[in-house]
């Protein structure tokens, strides 16, 4: 499956909470190509100038990537791919390759949240280096003692958001229409509390991806 959505749409929370309750690997892109920068590999160098100003990577650089990724053995029983596809050649690119490998997608969830929203949303976003917490200083407060040691990502500066913004309505946009027509494309409201939000999407993902495991 995989989980489209604006930049601070919730993807990256509710895709924690979702893999707790389908068990299966969470990718996402922008987790990926930061871990790649952070270790300073050839791919992170790359990455690194496009993603501070809130650019896209170049297609063939994250396609690949992905690509790989999703061939390791623990997606052989499904994954969750956050943040990929972002254009319309990378939903094209991964549609030709899962043909290949006789896979097919049970669900594309658009989480919607109007634009007015997501500025404060993610100005306010700061996240727990040491366990990938992500916290909002007013909507979903960390607890007092861990305020210091979180961090903020050098793309959720005011500035860089315009661009996102834009950018996901200039060229993930065009790839709302190609899921549509496949018939798998679901459409989640967004805003409310990550609780809710979490209700909905099992709610909608439910009759197609199965039951949520026992416990969860
Ligand atoms: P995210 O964490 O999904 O908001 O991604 C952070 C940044 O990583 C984006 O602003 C882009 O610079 C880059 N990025 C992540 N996923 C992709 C993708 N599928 N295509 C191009 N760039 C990406």
């Known amino acids: 499956m995989i989980l489209v959505g604006p930049p601070g749409a919730g993807k990256g929370t509710q895709a924690a909470r979702l893999i707790d309750t ?39 650089v994250v396609i690949g990537m992905i690509l790989e990724r999703i061939q390791k053995p623990d997606c052989a029983h499904g994954f969750m791919l956050d943040g990929f596809p972002r254009t319309r050649p990378q939903a094209e690119a991964l549609d030709t390759a899962l043909r290949g490998a006789q896979v097919e997608l049970d669900a594309v969830v658009l989480l919607e949240v109007p634009d007015q929203l997501i500025v404060d949303r993610i100005t306010g976003r700061r996240s727990d280096p040491d366990t990938g917490t992500i916290y ?16 903020q990502r050098k793309d959720d500066t005011a500035e860089a958001v315009a661009t996102r913004l834009a950018k996901y309505h200039s060229e993930t946009g065009p ?12 459409r989640v409201d967004g805003v409310g509390e990550p609780d809710v ?20």
Do not use: C, W
Request: glycine share 10%.
């Open 22 to 60: 389908y068990q299966i690997p969470h990718i996402s892109s922008g987790d990926m190509l930061r871990a790649a920068v952070k270790e300073g590999t050839a791919l992170g160098l790359q990455a690194d100038s496009y993603m501070k100003g809130g650019h896209l990577v170049p297609d063939d």
């Open 136 to 151: 909002h200083l007013t909507f979903s407060p960390p607890p007092a003692e861990l305020l210091a040691k979180l961090v």
């Open 175 to 186: 790839i709302v229409p190609f899921y549509d027509g496949m018939n798998i494309l679901r």
């Open 197 to 216: 939000v979490t209700t909905r999407i099992i709610a909608v993902l439910g009759p197609v991806v199965g039951r949520p495991s026992p416990g969860a």
